[in-house]
């Protein structure tokens, strides 16, 4: 009995060491460097936990270990209580294998000519709203935030990133970038916001860039370098992209997923797709000139969302020699100009549309319109064929395929080849052909033929809900392309 009491005793010793131990530094034991014996007092830059308390910031970070998080009690300006950052670990040289949380706590926070530099292990995570008219930013001749060899970023609230240098935003190279909800980026008109290095990055925004009355100054993305793995995710907010270039270009080794999100190009198009692989799941997308995706090559796939072209087409292809797939599942695709919301005009296309997809054109306008220059043959085997397609289900308004740029093949010719020769199409409805486009810019107002099953050329439906089109084939050996895709990079 008493080796028992004296074990317990023991025991509760060490449990009150353990408790009295919570509170010390995890590798110092202390915070050195604390201001609290100096009585900063009003004076106080920020904090650690709430209870260590600093004259600058960068004294602040000398003292921080991983799991800290440092909160601000003033802004913080390079010309005042940033202080000497030259050996400071996360501004001006690099923090690894710890992890820091910087709570702006409603304050605005510039680094001047430094930047944060985020490496191998470490995880900077930025929480907290700034304060109105003041941004997180930096005048660096390179980037607010470098982040490399497998160095991760974060940030959480409403802040606003801004480069007041014209530079870049964020620059990442084999580093994992994630702006999450309510984040603003205001990126110059000669800056860039995130530029990803030849090392491949992963990046996820729920942003907003632009707004409804101003789009974006500076490009969203640089990928030019881009020569390894690369993964970029809309999971929402609203992007307003500048009218002299696309929001994304995906090229090589690039994956880009619209997971959800707003999204409007003014004149230039939305996302053009080299050579990568674009997947739209959620959101609404639209342009007021440009088109929403344009196919130079790779591979493209529409699961859902909105996308509205007011002046151009939706989906368009483009001459190169890369051939390009496309597979739509999902989805509302409109156009309200002249031009066909799907509209092949050149390059190599192999395309599959099945499921609930719903494609719609101007009045009297194809809903799918494809260059004569595609079809180089229609023979039965297709072998020569620049454009392979298949359509097994969905409702198309107004009309289902356009006719050719020369009139050499007619628009039946046309339906029964994308249609395939084995597939018999069902219709309700007007189910209505239209011809006789044009290469570059479709007639206004294209003369009709009667479709399948028609007697006598339909005329074109004056609402959606009132007549639509459904074509629904019974699937053949080529089988069914696509599935339903799901949220990714999460």
Known sequence: MKNLKKLLGLMAVSTIALVGMANVHATTGTYPHASSDANCGSSCAASIDGTHKYSDLATALTDAQSGDTIKLLASITSSGNLGTVATVAGIGTLLEDKSITINLNGFGLEIGSN???????????????????????????????????????????????????????VSVDNGTVKIGTGATLDVQSSAKGIIIGDNGATVSLNAKYGSKTQAGDGDLFDTSAVKDTTKISFEGGEYYTKSTSALVTVGEYMTVAVNDGTFKATAADLFVVNDGTLMVEKGTLSATGGVIIRINGGATRVSGGTLTADANAVIKTETRATEGTLTINGGTLKAKGVFSPLYFDGGEIVYNINGNVVVEGPKNTPAIYINDNLLTGLEEDGDDDNFDAIVTGGKFLYSIVGGTADGKHTSADVTKYILGSKLTAKTEGNYQVVGNGSSSTPSEDPGTQAGPGDDEPSKSPATFDAIGSLVTMAISSLGVVGTATKKLFR
């Open 115 to 169: 930047a944060f530099k985020v490496g191998e292990g470490a995880t900077l995570t930025i929480v907290g709203n700034g304060k109105a008219n003041e941004t997180l930013n930096s005048t660096n001749a390179t980037a607010m935030f470098v982040v490399q060899d497998g160095g991760t970023l974060i940030t959480k609230g409403g802040m606003t990133l801004g480069d007041t240098g014209n530079k870049a935003l």
